[in-house]
């Protein structure tokens, strides 16, 4: 039975709320992806919006809980893609697949988003001065590294790390994701092509 209250207790905001919250986090986004983090004030944010700077302090507590949705709604967002391409693959080969063209697919089609993202989970910081987004990043190399291992179990991968592999072959992602955010014109098809390629000559057991 809906309550019109949140698990937290708290009031459940109302369809033109939530509206003007997701206006306020895309304008946060755009911001960010033009001037970066330290330079996204809240005044900037709300010129962006084209409202009132009182309208930004009523939604949210401030520009770091701001901040941490921006990151955290397209981190989210980009998963659900990527993981619903990996789900449709069969066999852990298909699957590495899906998860590094599912990645670089949803990144080149939301760059604003992505450019966003990647200046606030570099940048933002918790009272304690710790990285919120840590966590997270170390989740993903977890769940591909159990990816990889399943792919030995399966006898599809030869014998190596999953885990340091797993770091390997993420952060080759992220570089070739960081030469299109220097150079648009980059052939991202041609260029994720060359990177699966290159990951599962290295990662497959070679037929004897």
């Known amino acids: 039975m809906q309550t019109g209250k949140t698990p937290t207790g708290r009031k459940r905001p109302s369809f033109i709320e939530q509206a003007r919250r997701e206006q306020v986090i895309r304008a946060a986004a755009e911001t960010v992806a033009q001037v970066g983090y330290a330079n996204a004030s809240l005044s900037r944010i ?51 697949s899906a998860w590094i063209s599912g990645q670089v697919e949803y990144y080149a089609a939301h760059r604003t988003g992505f450019l966003a993202m990647i200046s606030i989970i570099t940048n933002h910081r918790s009272a304690d001065g710790s990285n919120p987004f840590t966590g997270q990043l170390d989740e993903e190399v977890d769940e591909f590294a159990q990816l990889l291992q399943r792919g030995q179990r399966d006898g599809e991968f030869r014998e190596f790390d999953p885990r340091s592999t797993a770091v390997i072959i993420l952060r080759s992602t992220e570089a070739l994701i960081s030469a299109w ?26 037929n004897r």
């Not at 520009?63 to 619903?84: G, N, R, T, Y």
Request: aromatic share 8%.
């Open 46 to 96: 709300a010129e962006q919006a084209g409202i009132s700077k009182s309208v930004i302090s009523y939604h949210f507590a401030g520009k770091d809980e701001l901040m941490a949705l921006v990151a955290q709604q397209f981190i989210d967002a980009s998963a659900e893609f990527m993981f619903a391409r990996v789900g449709a693959e069969a066999t852990a080969t298909g699957q590495v």
């Open 181 to 206: 955010v220097m150079d648009e014109n980059l052939d991202l098809t041609d260029q994720t092509d060359n990177l699966l390629d290159f990951v599962h000559h290295a990662i497959r057991r070679e």
